[in-house]
């Protein structure tokens, strides 16, 4: 019976409780109303932030990946077209300007005391002043000239830089693999290869060189007209020769794998560094009168003309 009664007390106080001190019908007060309700917009926020967090995560996901898929074609891409962006050079002449301007600056200028020197050869008369060279390493011989105080040669190096068996070796190449371009054009080197090829007495110039042979022919912006032969330049992009210097459009090599720009470009060395992986040339081409000075890297197989030591 306590038990009992005990019990019933407690139904009492519970549904006094339950239904408020006043009496009043409503079970929830404001206060529960607004712990409630703040309760279920809580729960809404963490609900919209889970979903907006993940939504953003994948979103961040889907960038990432979108960012990397786009690297990664960038890089292909740019990977694809280093040899064709490295020579684009010959298919732009204002971009060529603008970069050799650069490259220009880069490097020791001739002083203005190297004097013009009167072109000698025209289509009646040649009184250029003209040598041999025979590399003793192989026979061969070149001819070389002299223009103002320098004494180049007139033709392109041919020498097989390891002597091989067959037509080629890892360090010079033929055109195209092609003896024929051998004996057309001279060998194409490497810059490490190129920078101690030349015969004895003789050097690889540097751009200081090079400059000192555009200034004695009237300058950069017309000494690839003045040096270039007189035919086998394409779209008759040939030069007058005036100096018998007979540059061909040999093309150039990358390193023995692909090979590109016969009939348009001749590249030569020249013995300046830019830095460990790259190093200055000298480009003509069939379309401007220019002799442009670039940095290029030093896998390129280009051209070697030698200068006679001083």
Partial sequence: MAMRKFLMIGLVAALLVACGDDGSSNPVTDSDEDSSSS?????????????????????????????AIAS???????SKSSSSSEKAKSSSSSAKSSSSDASSSSVVQPSSSVAY??????????????GTLTDER?????????????????????????QPTAELDSSSFCYRDSASYCEKYGRLYSWDVAINICPDGWHLPDTTEWNTLFAAVGGSST?????????????????????SFAVLPAGYGDNGKTYDFEGTDADFWSSTEDDS?????????YHDDVAYLFNLGKRQAFSVRCVKDE
């Fill in 277 to 285: 992986g790259s190093a200055y040339d000298v480009l003509m081409n």
């Fill in 117 to 130: 020197v009167e072109p000698c050869r025209t289509d009646r008369v040649d009184t250029c002043e003209y």
């Fill in 72 to 78: 990664d074609v960038k890089q292909s891409s740019d």
């Fill in 138 to 162: 192989d026979g061969q011989t070149y001819k070389t000239v002299k223009i103002g105080t320098q004494t180049w040669m007139a033709e392109n190096l041919n020498y097989a830089y390891l």
């Fill in 223 to 243: 000494a690839g007209k003045m040096l270039k032969s007189t035919s086998g330049w394409k779209n008759s992009g040939n030069g007058t020769d005036a100096y």
């Fill in 39 to 67: 309760v279920t917009a809580s729960d809404v926020k963490q609900s919209s932030d889970s979903e907006s967090s993940s939504s953003f995560s994948e979103k961040a996901k889907s960038s990432s990946s979108s960012s």
